[in-house]
């Protein structure tokens, strides 16, 4: 069984970081492109960024492009999301995801974790 | 960036009735790479159809998929209590993948 775990979130302050991670299991990691989404509260759906099998190929969002970081530990079989200079904007729930179609830069998931909350807020 | 709008905002049905979601894309979808997904209150989406048209593993026929180039249509020929929910497309063809509003459908 699939199954896709995120930690990490929390309330940080404007211009603050934070580190999300993903732990997947039930498939072989390293094979898959993976990605972030969120959904700002009571809004719709983002992609944020994403990851290709290997790690050799990164793809991100203009409104994150600078300031997010997306890497992944095959050996751990974990996703991570590193959030710099965030902004009240970036307020959302994570998700992380398996690609199940599309492209690695433009993925179409099959598989969700249930999430983790950021809040950016002073 | 492929803008998506979906439409109605919100439908108020009963169960046992069919219903039509419409997501209209602002320039045609590459390889029609349009999927849909249902979304309930805290939790996480769920994939429903991909490819505009093909069922994603597990979910019931009365879900079905249909549209190409710009225009795309969700059918659900019977709700079910358990339809009720939050609906989304999203097109996978072009950088950024992009989704639309989402559609709201609630008990009448």
């Known amino acids: 069984e699939v199954q896709l775990l995120e930690s990490g979130g929390g309330l940080e302050q404007p211009g603050g970081s934070l580190r999300l991670s993903c732990a997947a299991s039930?498939?072989?990691?390293?094979?898959?492109?993976v990605s972030w989404f969120r959904q700002a509260p009571g809004k719709g759906l983002e992609w944020v960024a994403g990851i290709s099998g290997s790690g050799d190929r990164t793809y991100y969002a203009d409104s994150v492009k600078g300031r997010f970081t997306i890497s992944r530990d095959n050996s751990k079989n974990t996703l991570y999301l590193q959030m710099n200079s965030l902004r009240a904007e970036d307020t959302a729930v994570y998700y992380c995801?398996?690609?199940?179609?599309?492209?690695?830069?433009?993925?179409?998931?099959?598989?969700w974790g249930q999430g983790t909350l950021v809040t950016v807020s002073s | 960036e492929i803008v998506l709008t979906q439409s109605p905002g919100t439908l108020s049905l009963s169960p046992g009735e069919r219903t039509t979601l419409s997501c209209r894309a602002s320039?045609?979808?590459?390889?029609?790479?349009l999927a849909w997904y249902q979304q309930k209150p805290g939790q996480a989406p769920r994939l429903l159809i991909h490819?505009?048209?093909n069922r994603a593993t597990g979910i019931p026929d009365r879900f079905s998929g249909s549209g190409s180039g710009t225009d795309f249509t969700l059918t659900i020929s019977r709700l079910e209590p358990e339809d009720f929910a939050v609906y989304y497309c999203?097109?996978?063809?072009?950088?950024?993948?992009?989704f639309g509003q989402g559609t709201r459908l609630e008990t009448k």
């Open positions: 039930g498939f072989t990691f390293s094979s898959n492109a």
């Open positions: 490819g505009a048209l």
């Open positions: 320039q045609s979808v590459s390889n029609n790479y």
């Open positions: 995801a398996k690609k199940g179609g599309g492209y690695d830069y433009a993925p179409r998931p099959d598989y």
């Open positions: 999203q097109q996978y063809g072009g950088s950024p993948s992009t």
